[in-house]
T-cell receptor, first 112, second 113 residues
């Protein structure tokens, strides 16, 4: 079982719709959580960090449920430019060192 | 704002050759990470450095080595290249005292023929 699991999709969503992704992680000692987006053949770009209290950035809302070990991302009023792969990323810290573990990503296509 | 710089952006090598990839982190960032992303795969962590010392090691083959220099730039050295080493290699940097958010460079696309 992968340490970070996501539904790979693809999600094909009409422009203007709301779409939600979930992600689960297995390491209960994980400390930091992020959503990155990656366009084809480009680098992952940090979309937002995910905090226990939940956080919102414009059309994007992220939630963390530590008890159930899942993270969610909600995109409202989706735009064509939101088409990308969304990566759920978990930071596990051990002995002061830390590394990111990536989910396999969820492919989103916004349809005009 | 300054971003992570990687060079070269594209590299073509033959089997059994050696390659060196370079990474220049965001100014004042103290930690550098290397990732390998194969076609259709998620990025796999290779190795990281904090303040010029190796801090964590992932799935890095013994044929690969890396270091971070006094100016904080890092190099990934890859020897005895194999066809399976063809991938995108990303470098990321972060500031440990901050939120551990990692910022990625544009990557080096390595093709081994």
């Amino acid at each position: 079982r992968k340490e970070v699991e996501q539904d790979p999709g693809p999600f094909n969503v009409p422009e203007g719709a709301t779409v939600a992704f979930n992600c689960t992680y297995s390491n209960s000692a994980s400390q930091s959580f992020f959503w990155y987006r990656q366009d084809c053949r480009k680098e992952p770009k940090l979309l937002m960090s995910v905090y226990s209290s939940g956080n919102e950035d414009g059309r994007f809302t992220a939630q963390l449920n530590r008890a159930s070990q899942y993270i969610s991302l909600l995109i409202r009023d989706s735009k064509l430019s939101d088409s990308a792969t969304y990566l759920c990323v978990v930071n596990s810290r051990t002995f002061g060192n830390e590394k990111l573990t990536f989910g396999t990503g969820t492919r989103l296509t916004i349809i005009p | 704002a300054a971003g992570v710089i990687q060079s070269p952006r594209h590299l073509i090598k033959e089997k059994r050759e050696t390659a060196t990839l370079k990474c220049y982190p965001i100014p004042r960032h103290d930690t550098v990470y290397w990732y390998q992303q194969g076609p259709g795969q998620d990025p796999q962590f290779l190795i990281s450095f904090y303040e010029k010392m190796q801090s964590d090691k992932g799935s890095i083959p013994d044929r690969f080595s890396a270091q971070q220099f006094s100016d904080y730039h890092s190099e990934l050295n890859m020897s005895s290249l194999e066809l399976g080493d063809s991938a995108l290699y990303f470098c990321a940097s972060s500031l440990r005292a901050a939120s551990y958010e990692q910022y990625f460079g544009p990557g080096t696309r390595l093709t081994v023929t």
